[in-house]
């Protein structure tokens, strides 16, 4: 019995997951992006019109660290992604509130030499806006304000997926 119930209760959570990251990969985002980047600028994003896709990597600034398991691959994949789309996709970063202080996570910038516009997510609003629960987590939207992608594990499919939308927007241009 006690086996039967372990069985239901790996496959329930398997279907759950399987069906919220179809849910969320699906799902069309009517949440503004309005915040103050580290630098104390205002940055806003209107989901259903923006001017190209979106790009957001939520991070934490505890990185490199036990429980971020190959942050750093992560991280310098997001900035080659940022390096070679940066004329065609918007980059934000959304680093976690908790535990750190503003000037973690500037260090932590300065650290990797990241380059794009960065909030500083003090009450992770944004970390459960979208879902987020681990990171580095890559979430990629459309010019429509749908998310089209969005994974943890994103190094070997990120250029892919913005090379898809990019390749979508040309397509549309000839039709």
């Keep these: 019995m006690k086996t039967y119930f372990k069985l239901l209760g790996t496959f329930l959570m398997f279907f759950w997951f399987?069906?919220?990251?179809?849910?969320?990969?699906?799902m069309s985002i009517t949440s503004d992006i309005s915040a103050e980047t580290l630098s104390g600028a205002p940055i806003s994003y209107k989901m259903n019109a923006l001017d190209k896709?979106?790009?957001?990597?939520?991070?934490?600034?505890?990185?490199p660290f036990h429980h971020l398991?190959?942050?750093e691959a992560k991280i310098e994949k997001f900035k080659q992604v940022a390096q070679l789309f940066d004329t065609k996709v918007n980059f934000l970063q959304v680093v976690k509130g908790y535990y750190v202080t503003q000037n973690?996570?500037?260090?932590?910038?300065?650290?990797?030499?990241?380059k794009v516009?960065?909030?500083w997510d003090t009450e992770n609003k944004l970390f459960k806006l979208y879902n987020v629960f681990s990171n580095p987590y890559a979430i990629l939207i459309n010019k429509s304000g749908k998310i089209t992608y969005r994974k943890d594990d994103f190094i070997g499919?990120?250029?892919?997926?913005?090379?898809?939308?990019a390749e979508e927007k040309a397509s549309n241009i000839h039709r």
Excluded: M, R, W
């Excluded at 399987?18 to 990969?25: E, G, K, L, Q």
């Excluded at 973690?104 to 990241?114: A, G, Q, T």
């Excluded at 499919?157 to 939308?165: D, F, P, Q, R, V």
């Design 18 to 26: 399987t069906y919220s990251a179809n849910a969320y990969n699906q």
């Design 53 to 63: 896709p979106l790009l957001i990597l939520f991070s934490d600034s505890l990185c």
């Design 69 to 71: 398991p190959n942050c």
């Design 104 to 114: 973690d996570v500037i260090n932590y910038n300065k650290k990797f030499n990241i």
């Design 117 to 119: 516009s960065t909030i």
């Design 157 to 165: 499919e990120l250029a892919k997926e913005i090379g898809h939308l």
